[in-house]
């Protein structure tokens, strides 16, 4: 967005503000950025204090006697050492929301410098400052606007430092709405509604924002004397105190006080509204007939002109009558030039206009998948990612800017968003360990974590099929390499000068042997593969190995094998052969018991169960010990 939109939308400081709750929505935040006291504003706003943010320091401006709303006094700006990119995260539920900015240096860090940095919503770029700033934007400030999508159940509100300007904001507002409002039923979510000119003809500037004056979505008026071409004095505004009919309701809930005023003009009434080219602009229509001497369709006609094409013909009376609302819009595709032209040229009594709006639709840029969203702020917290590094917002968007420090990123295949390809974090003074969650970049080619800190065991996740370069070395992983990475196209691996230990897998090493780089120096614990030293037979990572565990159960087959077959022999096949008679079954049992051949052969069991035991334990501590 240009500067000039932000020069456009610069308002006085006599101005108030006031964002009543909208309805039937509940959420909204009044952040007073910078403040760390909660306040209520005239208009009986509760501004809460300073929260959300990722970073930064707070400030006040240089002359607060300036500035008569106290969220326009203090402000948090982001320097260098938070890092290029900060955020305000806030939780909501998914919707639709109007979000409204109050952005002011005023001299406030003393070095007569206003800040160049850009601004985006949900990871689409929609704010550029750039400095210088005007003298009157520097001093005064600027309140911009817009309305986005929440889908995710987080607002990202975030800011880009060019060079080594520190970007800076005293207030943010966010108001649910309705989420059909504006056509979206028709131009879908995928779109963000950047405010070029919000007018109430006939008016001076007014509701929330500025006066007590109602709008259900928070919305601020302005008058539309300084867009309107040709002479002013030409121009009469005509107003009224009668209730305006078709207002105050779903899903726009355009307010009525917007209808109760108008501009009217003999003749062509133009304005020009400053945009920016290569952009579609949704354009937004308000009449009422408030002239009580029309009183019959035909009486006001007049054609409605964007940039010279023709898009309706207006007769207010026939479409709804007196004094009752009546809106339409119009969607300028890809304009060219600087200037959005509006012009209402009659056709029958003079033209009449009671509001009019200039949305640019910007189109939300590609986001990162969200399952690899969910990987990178778990890395963020395990790796302990320090905050010079700005790990905040989407990893990956916009586009129009890099990537999370040290993360590269690309389009899926499929073009719908976008993957984690490359994490470079070598010698970041990390001190944290891999998150298991590291899985979820299935598109990871690359992992350099090299010298660093770090330790844990290494996740068993690790190494997707993607994975070709993998450098841990020089941190202080522990436990045995999972097998996860032998399922990988690697061919490079580097593991030196960890306390690894464990049976290296054969599949693993064989990368060196395909032509591939593969160090695994430095880890007494590892073993199996050339020149590393032979695995013990029984025991592998600190516990049996498959070959203890299949050895100690093939030897408990064969001990009960035996014990059957002793008893066999010397219990049952010997106590038949001591009669030429069968006993009574009932005192087949009372024999047995009785026998001293059972006796003997009971006490044989045992025996040679405790002399298995004892064996079994002393083979396994033998393993454990060598």
């Given at each position: ?71 326009e006094k203090t402000l948090r700006y982001f320097p260098l050492s938070s890092g290029k990119k900060n955020c305000y995260n806030i939780p909501l539920p998914a919707g639709r929301y109007y979000i409204r900015t109050f952005t002011v240096y005023d001299n406030y860090d003393g070095k007569s410098h206003s800040p160049s940095f850009d601004a985006s919503v949900e990871g689409t770029l929609v704010f550029s400052w750039r400095s210088p700033w005007p003298e009157s934007l520097t001093r005064d400030g600027a309140y911009s606007d817009l309305f986005a999508f929440v889908k995710d159940g987080q607002l990202d509100f975030c800011f880009y430092s060019i060079a080594t300007d520190p970007p800076a904001i005293a207030s943010l507002e966010v108001v649910q709405i309705d989420p059909l409002s504006y056509n979206s039923a028709q131009t879908g979510d995928s779109y963000i509604l950047v405010n070029y000119g919000r007018l109430s003809p006939g008016s001076s500037q007014w509701g929330p924002g500025f006066t007590s004056d109602l709008d ?411």
């Amino acid at each position: 967005m240009s500067f000039l939109f932000l020069f456009l939308l610069s308002l006085a400081i006599l101005l108030h503000s006031s964002s009543p709750m909208p309805y039937p929505y509940n959420t909204s935040f009044h952040i007073d950025c910078g403040s760390s006291t909660p306040s209520t504003d005239s208009y009986n706003i509760s501004w809460l204090p300073d929260k959300f943010f990722t970073g930064g320091s707070t400030s006040v401006v240089s002359e607060p006697l300036h500035f008569h709303l106290q969220h326009e006094k203090t402000l948090r700006y982001f320097p260098l050492s938070s890092g290029k990119k900060n955020c305000y995260n806030i939780p909501l539920p998914a919707g639709r929301y109007y979000i409204r900015t109050f952005t002011v240096y005023d001299n406030y860090d003393g070095k007569s410098h206003s800040p160049s940095f850009d601004a985006s919503v949900e990871g689409t770029l929609v704010f550029s400052w750039r400095s210088p700033w005007p003298e009157s934007l520097t001093r005064d400030g600027a309140y911009s606007d817009l309305f986005a999508f929440v889908k995710d159940g987080q607002l990202d509100f975030c800011f880009y430092s060019i060079a080594t300007d520190p970007p800076a904001i005293a207030s943010l507002e966010v108001v649910q709405i309705d989420p059909l409002s504006y056509n979206s039923a028709q131009t879908g979510d995928s779109y963000i509604l950047v405010n070029y000119g919000r007018l109430s003809p006939g008016s001076s500037q007014w509701g929330p924002g500025f006066t007590s004056d109602l709008d259900a979505f928070g919305r601020s008026w302005q008058s539309d004397s300084d867009y309107r071409a040709g002479k002013s004095e030409s121009y009469k505004v005509i107003t009224t105190k009668e209730k305006i009919t078709g207002t105050e309701k779903a899903p726009n809930y355009f307010p009525m006080k917007l209808y109760q005023s108008a501009v009217t003009i003999e003749g062509r009434l133009e304005y020009e509204l400053p945009v920016d080219a290569k952009l579609d602009y949704l354009v937004w229509f308000h009449f009422a007939e408030i002239d009580s001497t029309v009183k019959k369709a035909g009486e006001r006609v007049f054609d409605v002109l964007v940039n010279d094409k023709n898009v309706s013909r207006v007769d207010i009376f026939k479409e709804v009558g007196s004094f009752a609302a009546y809106s339409l819009n119009y969607t300028e595709k890809n304009l060219s030039s600087s200037v959005l032209n509006v012009t209402l040229s009659p056709v029958a009594g003079a033209p009449l206009i009671c509001g009019l709006e200039n949305y640019a639709m910007v189109p939300a840029d590609l986001a990162t998948v969200p399952e690899q969203v969910v990987a990178m702020k778990a890395l963020k917290d395990s790796l302990r990612v320090p905050d010079r590094m700005g790990w905040n917002g989407d990893p990956c968007a916009p586009t129009d800017w890099d990537a999370w420090e040290g993360v590269t990123c690309h389009t899926n295949k499929n073009g719908t968003g976008l993957v984690i390809t490359q994490i470079e974090l070598g010698s970041q003074g990390l001190k944290g360990y891999i998150s298991e969650q590291i899985s979820l970049l299935s598109n990871l080619i690359n992992l350099n974590l090299s010298t660093n800190s770090l330790d844990g065991t290494l996740p068993i996740g690790l190494g997707q099929k993607s994975l070709a370069r993998l450098d841990l070395s020089d941190n202080q992983f522990s436990g045995s390499i999972p097998e996860s990475l032998t399922s990988s196209n690697l061919q490079l691996v580097r593991l030196n000068n960890n306390l690894l230990e464990g049976r290296v897998p054969e599949e693993l090493y064989s990368v060196g042997v395909h032509g591939g780089t593969i160090d695994l120096s430095g880890n007494k614990g590892l073993c199996g593969v050339p020149p590393l030293p032979d695995c013990p037979l029984f025991w592998e990572n600190g516990r049996l190995s498959k070959g203890g565990k299949i050895a100690i159960g093939l030897s408990c087959f064969l001990f009960v094998a035996v014990l059957l077959l002793v008893i066999y022999i010397f219990c049952i096949r010997r106590g038949r052969n001591d009669y030429d008679f069968g006993l009574p079954s009932d005192l087949i049992c009372k024999y047995y018991h009785r026998s001293p051949v059972f006796i003997s052969c009971l006490s044989l069991i045992f025996e040679l169960a405790l002399i298995y035991i004892l064996y079994i334990s002393d083979v396994i501590t033998f393993i454990a010990l060598s």
